[in-house]
């Protein structure tokens, strides 16, 4: 079973927006695509994103945690290719980003095509066998896998696989959600069944696995 280290997922997420990657896409991942920039649109709208006061600027900060073991110099150097004008790293780790409101409108459906990849290559089963489905919503906040039970419980590095969790704080980040305000939930469900019986929490299950 390959492993997604959880840091290297936010990262990939990172990489996905900031960074501006791209990859082949089947017509199926194009139509998933078109879905990411919707909720994107969607997502701008409904949610409380924090600005700064200016007409044209936007501003967002991430979570020290999302920078861990990352080459700084390498992140800053890719913001600064989409469009990222004013960089600052804050006393707690955390780092704080500026950029034209036109650019990070692009930035969150970048982003958001991004998490649909990664949830993608979740469902597919090569990552971990014993999911069978992933649900979520708009905001990438909530998640629901569909598991068989059986083999999850047998499966004793599932959590440290959920990279999603970390990606998705990323993504939220991104939005503009106040780092003490990220929060994460994904909640396993037996497959053929209604019943949750396990349910993991970011940050605190990153938390958990660094030993805090």
Known sequence: MKK???YGAAALIV???????????????QAEATKAEQAADTNEQSQSIEVDKGL???EFTMPASMFKDQDMD???ADAQ???????????DGSVTFRMPKAAHKELMK??????LQAIEDLKSGNYLAFIKDVKHNKAFSEFTFIVDQKAYKNSFDAIANFGIGAAAMSYQAIAGVAPEELKVTINIQAEGTDTIFDSIIYPDA???MSGK
Do not use: F, P, R, Y
């Not at 290719?81 to 006393?91: P, Q, Y």
């Not at 970048?110 to 998490?115: D, F, L």
């Open 4 to 6: 997604i280290h959880i």
């Open 15 to 29: 990489c996905l927006s900031l960074a501006g990657c791209s990859q082949a896409s089947t017509n199926h991942q």
């Open 56 to 58: 044209l600027h936007t």
């Open 74 to 76: 390498s992140i800053t």
């Open 81 to 91: 290719k989409s469009g990222v004008d004013e960089i600052t790293k804050n006393a």
């Open 110 to 115: 970048k982003a958001g095509k991004g998490m």
């Open 206 to 208: 990153l938390e958990k």
